[in-house]
Antibody, heavy 116, light 110 residues
């Protein structure tokens, strides 16, 4: 079964760090592009980051130099390391597969709350 | 990387058609045929319903259709049904391996 399961969210103080995990089943992260998309409370979707099968990474401007996307091909996992967290990073974070310029498979999301 | 412009809400009666616009720039919507649309019910993950401007994934009803003209893409829901009440987001490839989403549109079935 194709499935993405995020974990690692929680309540963290401003300036703190958190690492989100995305467990992938049904396909291999080694040959796919994986993304993180977030949604602030009551707001729209925001593309955050992507990691290609060749390990190259890209970020939206607001998280550059603070967030790092990575993956473990052997464990079939994707991660988002979030440092220097701000209140505006509060959101549900979704892991999704990017397949030929579309996000076709999504996880259920994990909630990150940054308290000021 | 400014969010794409969508109307905040649209509404229609069962059986009617509604169209949601998604306006960007020549650097995103107008520059690529990589516009996708997502349906999101409350407290649920987004679901892909249109990709590459007008293609439907397997299992998505054909009452959902997409199109694009210049810097504006559109999603049309024909034969509106109660279960179509949800939030809808457009998304465009924006070059340099990045993506941009629309602000979202709430569809209400009257």
């Amino acid at each position: 079964e194709v499935q993405l399961v995020e974990s690692g969210g929680g309540l963290i103080k401003s300036g703190g760090s958190l690492r989100l995990s995305c467990a992938v089943s049904g396909f291999s992260v080694s040959s796919n592009y994986m993304t993180w998309v977030r949604q602030a409370p009551g707001k729209g979707l925001e593309w955050v980051s992507i990691i290609h099968n060749d390990w190259t990474t890209y970020y939206t401007d607001s998280v550059k130099d603070r967030f790092t996307i990575s993956k473990d091909n052997s464990e079939n996992m994707v991660y988002l390391q979030m440092n220097s967290l701000k209140a505006e990073d509060t959101a549900v974070y979704y892991c999704a597969r990017e397949y030929y310029k579309k996000m076709d498979i999504w996880g259920q999301g994990t909630v990150v709350t940054v308290s000021s | 990387q400014s969010a794409l412009t969508q109307p905040r809400s649209v509404s229609g009666s069962p059986g009617q058609s509604v169209t949601i616009s998604c306006t960007g720039t020549s650097s995103d919507v107008g520059g690529y045929n990589y516009v996708s649309w997502y349906q999101q019910h409350p407290d649920k993950a987004p679901k892909l319903i249109i990709y590459d401007v007008s293609k439907r994934p397997s299992g998505v009803p054909d009452r959902f259709s997409g199109s694009k003209s210049g810097n504006t893409a559109s999603l049309t829901i024909s034969g509106l049904q109660a279960e179509d009440e949800a939030d809808y987001y457009c998304c465009s490839y924006a070059g340099s391996h990045t993506f941009v989403f629309g602000v979202g549109t709430k569809v209400t079935v009257l």
